[in-house]
């Protein structure tokens, strides 16, 4: 550990860092801008600059950039160096030359960087006395606002867009002072992940255009630590709440998972907790059949009286995207043999699975930032940048491995970003050719831009190809027969990269609808461990707790309920879940049919909440507080950001434990809160046992006050209901949590589960976060919060019967198989509620390789008439190259599109060959 | 005794440039037959090193020492590349021009010699948009070049080969500066790279590359040929060979010379310049084209040389004079100078950037008559900003010397500006 010397006092700081990291890690303040923690040194902006000693007799020193230059043993600077001091000054002043003087109106004013480092320098009048230089905005799509004229050239846009996260259509243009960030014309940024450019940009450049439509100010915002729901990752999220309305969701920093960055689809996928389309209060179908609006305590009074009779004959349907208390207090009430996971048969099936292989593999299920440490990594199966696009992100920084351990070699630092990309060569083909990453899935994803070359595959074939690649491995894995000489030299590329590799990582999941393809990705992983590998195996999840939904177990999928409501069922309680996004439409009709009475709770009126007789409002991630399990098996605590005041909007956990209280069912006498139930899980599910130690529980004080969720700043308390009273309201209580919904509390960093949002005295913007870790960019203070519920199975590494290869894909003449294509925008049930997101997804079509559509005598965008167990689509064909020979894309989860069970073989024809030209989907 | 000509020896201005039978036959291409056929890259290197050849594109670092960085052996990094830098860009110079022009397989031999000492697997000629005669001289050449097995495979059967192709660049200042310029190539924004690493370990596509300048590359071959002594013989102080000196500004006769490294500036102006034209009188003049410090009139007998230049407060540059006289506003000059620099700023770090941009907008206020109190403690506070290690490449550093020196130097001109509220040569 060297130690440095900063005006004089000795300090130690880690191996390896640069001057401005270790000094902002030692809890020093020094303005920054181009340096970011997860994106590292350019020297762009000059304005950490030090004044540095050659050694204790050097009184003269010079100034040196603090991000550029290496804290060595022995390193003597000074912060407080006079001319250091006016350099930093007039860095600051040079950048605030063009910035115009808009903060009341700019979006980013209170949580600025650019407002917080010209402060911090002491910046105050300005010279330049001359005219501003002026750019037009662009139109960026409808998640990112763009303000050019206030942009300080920190070229951390870009830099995020390009090198991390893979986008190609941000760039700078221009020249000297007139450096434009922007696309090369209007139109909406292409890449995933542009919401984060809000949170890269230091200023109000790149704003969060949502937010804009329901502008409030961070020190306005009551904020809370929550999880995103939008898919299987489990990013840690901050959503914003002011006058009842979720205003916006921003990254909440987790070392291990997320790290600093979000998806738009986590980050703008909000807003259906606003939707006019939200059940606020219990609704029941009366006589004339029209639902009606009925009180909490008439509905609880008569679901008492009807479950009381009955407890043998309720059926539970629980849901992947509920969390675990909610499932958990479903399966309570109807017990354990009747509660049914909201999913067909076959993805519950899958989602069984795949929990049971990560169970017994000895391979470690990787953190996300695992992933984003892995130096080689074969993807099997999976679209990574559609499924869990965070996951793709991790998957993208595999190349900067490699990057950083070949320029280590010619002693450049992790923390020089440009050098080692530039050192990299990693525009020339020779590098892709070498590149560790590879993947084998039935289509091209977004990801084999850096991947090397293969050619998409059946998922038979994918899982084929898994299975040599274990064989090759190690010969205890079965062999595959009848491998093509290609697929086997492939295999041996592969599996000579994985063992090369230091911290390999294996990438499948039931996206493809294959069981087989997860085995094969399980018996690589396997492979690899029995090799003394340092192996992760990592799954993708599709939905916020399907992991979670897993590990519970269920007596079956919905078509097993069917079976046993078939045989006789007085009710039926569906959790959160819209039926008919999973099954096709006539076995959830036969299931509601066969049951007497269809309980819904929910958050929005969807089909299945229709077709109830009685649909409860179920409170949405943002009104609640439970736990998710993500694809990894980490369990994390999400936490209530607006309370829903007098509307009958419940936690379904607590729904639950009122119907089985008015019941009369004993077990829920003790749930007062949501500790109880969490201890009542632990007992009944020992797999959750550390679900109740992840975050403090709600009897949990600091310094004997609780963590106040809005800020200290916190404007119009007295005032903002004064509309309607103007006594000042007394707080809601939160007996859940050791949040409070006020400005009062513990003034200090709270525990890091339970971190609000990040602030610190002149530090009000997102960069905030450095104060709450251990180093800078390093895990929070505390540790980063969640607990892993699946750890490497210590139980021999030998491969299991089961585990062979299915015999090769063979195309079959006038039939295709049809497989799920999978849309980062539309994909997801709650997210696409969202404008922006539904502007960005695509209408439901079919994709066929242009040869198989010219076999049908189509063209791009002719209708394709496609018939599948009995049921006839009518679509759109899109062409699509990068599909596997003898495959058809379906994509599923869009708005208009029916469930469909997939893969599955279908018939297609053209069109033209068909009588009439109805309505694009034809139900038959 | 007449100072011996090398450089520009065959170079007849107004006249077409020798072709390589020409060349040939004023002992072209001996150099490149006797280094690939008697000496090994390192004795290259090694006559080099002690010729006490200094880089002539502005900055004088040993070239041998320089080539020297490039990691050789068996578990080198390859290829390796070698970069002739003939993006000529600095205000006031056309030496690098006059070379490519008039004597190209000169430049193309230097060039393939420098390969070999550093064992370059290829070569580009990095060339400046607007040379245009020059790409045609370099082209012409190039092809006589390879077709007498000069470039190519197993060149003159030595068993090294090397690939030349000539690049032009598309256009600006910037692209000279040698790590913006191996982005460049490599079809990226012309911004420069942090260093270290230095392009030598880390260079072209991530590979050791070497990056001279034109006039560096053309004394080689006579190095080779003739000896570091020879070399080193021919200057008048401590630096070694001859010079391409130029002058322009109110001189009689404005021009280029290759003169011995060190005469000094007196005489290139009163005797090859024929002194300043009647009327003019001689207040200072940028030694080595618009990037260094003005030296003022009473330190005209300095040497033109690194050292002596260094120490009389400038730099030697690239050794193009460009005089100010009497009659000529000083801060219109100095305007002038830092509204091109502000325009070629590549936009990457901020004192280069905004600073620049300032500086030359307050420039131009108080050149108008619109000058305030304190605007030139602004403009001093601003050079100083632009200080060693303060940017991020020395575009500013070179941008701040004319503008420093001339606050310093020609005080009274800007302070006369801002109390008179005019510019008093209007």
Redesign the interface.
Known sequence: MPTIYIDNAPYPVKDGQNLLHACLSLGFDIPYFCWHPAMHSVGACRQCAVKQFKNADDKKGRIVMACMTPAAEGTRISIDDPEAVAFRKLVAELLMTNHPHDCPICDEGGECHLQDMTVMTGHTYRRFRFRKRTHRNQNLGPFVNHEMNRCIACYRCVRFYRDYAGGRDLDVFGAHHYVYFGRDRDGALENEFSGNLVEVCPTGVFTDKTLKEHYTRKWDMQTAPSICVHCGIGCNTIPGERYGLLRCVRNRFNGEVNGYFLCDRGRYGYEFVNSSNRIRQPLQRGDAGEKEAITRESALRYLGEILHRNRQRIIGIGSPRASLEANFALRTLVGPDRFFAGLSERDNGLMAAAVKLLRESPARTPSLQDVARADAALVLGENVPNVAPMLAFALRQVMLQVEIRDTAKVGIPRWEDAAVRDSAARFSAVFIEKAPLFISAPTETRLCDIAAPTSPASPDDTARLGFAVAHAISPNSPAVPALPADSLALAGQIAATLLRAERPIVVSGPSCGSEKVMQAAASVARALRAAGRNVGLCFTAPECNSVGLAMMGAAGGIESALKMAAGGADVVIVLENDLYQRVDAASVDALLHAARRVIVLDHLAHATAAQSEMALPAATFAESEGTLVNNEGRAQRFFKVLDPGSSSVRESWRWLRDIGRASGFAEFTPWRNLDDVLAAMARELPCFGAVPGIAPPAGFRALGRKIPRQPHRYSGRTAMHADSNVHEPQPPDDPDSALAFSMEGFPGPPPPSLIPRFWAPGWNSVQAVAKFQDEAGGPLRGGDPGRRLIEPSPKSVDAAADETAPSPFKARPGEWLLVPLYHVFGSEELSVLSRGVAELAPKPYLALRPEDLQRLGAADGDEIELTLNGVTLRLPAKSAPGLAHGLAGLPVGLPGMPAVSLPAWAVLRGAATTEDGGSPIVKG | MPAEIVLTRNIRPGLEPPDLKAYERAGGYQALRKALSSMTPQAVQEAVKKSGLRGRGGAGFPTGAKWSFVPLGSDAPRPRYFILNADETEPGTFKDRHLLEGDPHQIIEGTIVTSYAIQADVAFIFLRWEYRKAARALEKALSEATAAGYLGKNILGSGYSLPLHLHVSAG?YICGEESALI?SL????AVP??K??HPT??GH???PTIVNNVETVANVPHIVLRGPEWFAGLSLGADSGTKLYSASGRVKKPGLWELPMGTPLREIIEQRAGGMQEGFRFRGALPGGASTDFVPEDRMDVKMDFGSLEKAGSRLGTGALVVLDDRTCPVGMVLNLERFF??????????C??????TA??LQ?IEEGEGRP?DLE?LD??AK?MG?????CALALGAAEPLASALRLFRDDFERHVAQKRCPWR
């Open positions: 600006r982005n490599e079809g990226r924004r790279r942090a270290p690493p370990v880390c596509w991530g590979k502000a325009r070629e700023s590549c936009g990457w770090c901020t004192p950037r905004d600073g620049l941009a300032w907008r307050l206020a304190g602004t506070g601003l900003s060693p290690g303060l940017t991020f």
